[in-house]
């Protein structure tokens, strides 16, 4: 699933090209996408309205567009956007089209077909999911002060299943909270209470880092992400620990190990990264 930095990519390279672009019309190829409007209703919002302005929030694209009404889109599993200057034909797995005055389009493809629309007017936007998340690690309102509240709300809370519920801090998945966690020297089972003030700290400039520098990279690709051009991401070159098993640590050269936790496949290194402190029997 795109994260942060695939999402944020995207939002960013919709931001360069489609604001001021008037909907001339929109077709639908598969409506279990849409969310509470049929695609009738959906089309006749759409259509004639003029794109303002793309914002990202966590994982989720915001279009705002002329009437105070706001498309969100979230890409879920491999949904991606494609641009394009002329009207291509629709692909295997493309799901709508948005056709732009002058000629333009954009092309939303999803092949597990997971992506989700959703319509909002001004008035309703605060109930979006989109608005109710956890701080977004690239709004400048997040500081570490911040954080450590968080930690300090979710002592008894192991850390990495901590980055990962949304309701905590928006926008971080798996492969970003295993990296963020190696960068940090923190092991995915330690508990946010267990941690001393000089690891927050840590942990709280290596969420930074990691991101910044994947959104720098275009993203991580394994498979199916894609940027508006259908450009793969190139973060995965500079992944230290994840989907690295049994290869050696960067540090300190130890093999990397894989474990299981809350459900999600976890990469750590076992020499960087101490593990919990075992009670006393």
Known sequence: MPELPEVESVAHALAQCIPGKKIAAVKFFFTRMLWELDEKEFVRTLCGRRIEE?????????FF?????????HLRMTGRFLFAETDIPPGRYTGAVFYFEGGTTLHFQDMRKFGTFKLWDSESL?????YNL?????????????FMQILKRKQAVRIKPLLLNQKNLAGLGNIYA???????????????GSLALPEKKRLFEAINTVLQ???????TTFSDFRDLLGRAGGFQAHLKVYRRENEKCCGCGTPIRRMVVCGRGTYYCPACQYPPR???L
Do not use: N, W
């Not at 793309?54 to 915001?62: A, P, S, V």
């Not at 956890?134 to 002060?145: A, R, T, V």
């Not at 520098?213 to 993203?219: C, K, L, M, Q, V």
């Open 54 to 62: 793309i914002r990202r929030r966590g994982k989720y694209i915001l």
């Open 126 to 130: 605060s109930q979006s999911p989109a």
């Open 65 to 73: 567009l002329s009437g105070e009404i706001v498309l969100e889109v």
């Open 213 to 219: 520098e994947s959104i720098a990279g275009g993203g």
């Open 178 to 192: 295993d990296e963020v966690l190696h960068r940090a020297r923190i092991h995915p089972c330690r508990t946010a």
């Open 134 to 146: 956890g701080p977004d690690p690239m709004d400048g309102s997040f500081s570490l002060l911040s």
């Open 278 to 280: 075992q009670p006393l």
